[in-house]
């Protein structure tokens, strides 16, 4: 689950139609996430390298390796920018959720919530205070290693979250909401969806899964060279959206309205929800909940970093982290303070933060995305593929492999361009051009 699943999925289901916009965000799982995601995996299990060895390794003497390579490490400053904005917000979430528990958060107005959390977003010394607290704790996980640090941490967190969760689901279905935010979510409009719907779809499933950050690369390279790629990602991603989908039923049953107050933005979740959920201690457990998917966010792509300087300066996982670590406090700072001291510093009109989420969500990670699919199904010997698809050439297994590779090389890659094509604002242009 990830941040973009806390806010904007409610927001999306709210806006364009429920049921009739998840339908598509379903078939954009199945026909897009599960052979883009099982690609990824397929080529890294086993390897026990960082991405761009990863790459190297499929590609070697193969016609413009270089330019595949180059795509891998376009890959990893796509998500350094996007750690580096990234923690700003995770920073804030911290902050938010210790004192949603000591009950430090203004409550009386959205109006007083909103000033409250523009003054602290400001603040550059307390700000900076908790961007270290989060940056020290993604070092500290990662130091030991993925198998003695960032493995357990994460499977630590992950059932943290998935008991705040039922926690959650259990009140708002014995108190009654729930049955009243489901009518809300789900209900059924396909006219509401449009081609602005099935475009954020598509965009929703991509960022849901992290397509394009080499998160899914880094933390599958320590997978057994056999372990069932398909299979793994299908559980992946069906246990990921279940547990979205609870949580979307979760937030609009505690708080009415859910998708027309997160139409701002991710900033809407500090002004609203100390407001908006009642009673407070559910408003804790939320803020609680949202600092452990910042965690989670972050520790994934932090791995997928370190994992990179380790293997490119040839130093230890404890020295590599520290590295990594004061590299993304010091962008993380450049974009915190975008709010502070360097708000007066924009080009376009855009901020640092607004670059940094800019170039990451919008150019590299899709480009970056659409690169690997091409790669694997377009690039690489379909014979290569077999041999790493299954030793055993049955009928069975060479039918299911027709069927993966033949949506990884078609409906996949249609919709990775469409991704992309929409994340480089082409819509909006098509729109400017047709209604000037």
């Not at 959206?241 to 859910?258: D, E, H, K, R, T």
């Not at 480009?367 to 593929?385: D, E, K, S």
Request: with cysteine; hydrophobic share 55%; charged share 10%.
């Amino acid at each position: 689950m990830s941040l973009g699943d806390f806010w904007r999925l409610p927001y999306l289901l709210s806006t364009y139609g429920g049921s009739a916009f998840l339908l598509i965000y379903l078939l954009a799982l199945v026909l897009m996430g599960v052979p883009v995601f099982s690609a990824q995996v397929l080529m890294a299990r086993g390897s026990h390298t960082d991405v761009p060895g990863v790459v190297a390794l499929w590609t070697r003497n193969k016609p413009h390796s270089r330019f595949w390579i180059f795509g891998a490490y376009a890959t990893l400053v796509g998500a350094l920018l996007l750690l580096s904005a990234y923690a700003v917000i995770a920073s804030w979430s911290l902050a938010y959720c210790m004192r949603a528990v000591f009950g430090g958060l203004p409550g009386a107005s959205v109006a007083q919530s909103a000033v409250h959390f523009v003054t602290f977003a400001r603040d550059g010394e307390r700000g900076l205070g908790w961007l270290l607290l989060f940056v020290l704790l993604l070092v500290a996980t990662t130091a030991r290693g993925l198998q003695r640090g960032t493995e357990p941490v994460m499977r630590t967190l992950a059932a943290c979250m998935l008991g705040v969760l039922t926690l959650l689901l259990v009140v708002t279905i014995w108190q009654g909401p729930a049955s009243g935010a489901a009518r809300h979510l789900l209900y059924f409009d396909p006219a509401a969806v449009g081609a602005r719907g099935v475009l954020e779809a598509l965009y929703q499933a991509f960022f849901s899964l992290s397509l394009g950050t080499g998160v899914i690369v880094a933390l599958a390279s320590h997978l057994p060279a056999r372990a069932p790629a398909v299979r793994l990602s299908v559980i992946v991603i069906v246990a990921s959206q279940v547990i979205a989908l609870a949580f979307a039923l979760v937030l609009a049953s505690l708080m009415p309205g859910v998708g027309l107050e997160f139409s701002a933005g991710v900033q809407r979740v500090f002004e609203v929800l100390p407001v908006g959920v009642k009673p407070v201690w559910t408003m804790a457990l939320l803020f609680i909940l949202l600092a452990m998917i910042s965690m989670t966010t972050g520790i994934g792509l932090f791995e997928t970093l370190v994992q990179t300087v380790s293997h490119r300066a040839r130093v230890p996982r404890l020295q590599a982290s520290v590295y990594t670590g004061v590299l993304v406090a010091a962008l993380g700072l450049m974009a915190q303070n975008a709010f502070g001291v360097l708000s007066s510093w924009r080009m376009f009109g855009r901020n640092l933060f607004d670059w940094f989420s800019l170039i990451s969500t919008h150019w590299l990670i899709p480009i970056t995305g659409l690169m690997l699919c091409v790669l694997v199904g377009r690039v690489l010997a379909r014979r290569r593929l077999i041999e790493a698809w299954s030793p055993y050439r049955d009928e069975a297994g060479m039918a299911t492999f027709a069927l993966w590779h033949g949506l990884l090389r078609y409906p996949a890659r249609i919709a990775l361009i469409a991704v992309v094509a929409y994340a480089l604002g082409a819509l909006d242009l098509i729109e400017a051009i047709w209604n000037p």
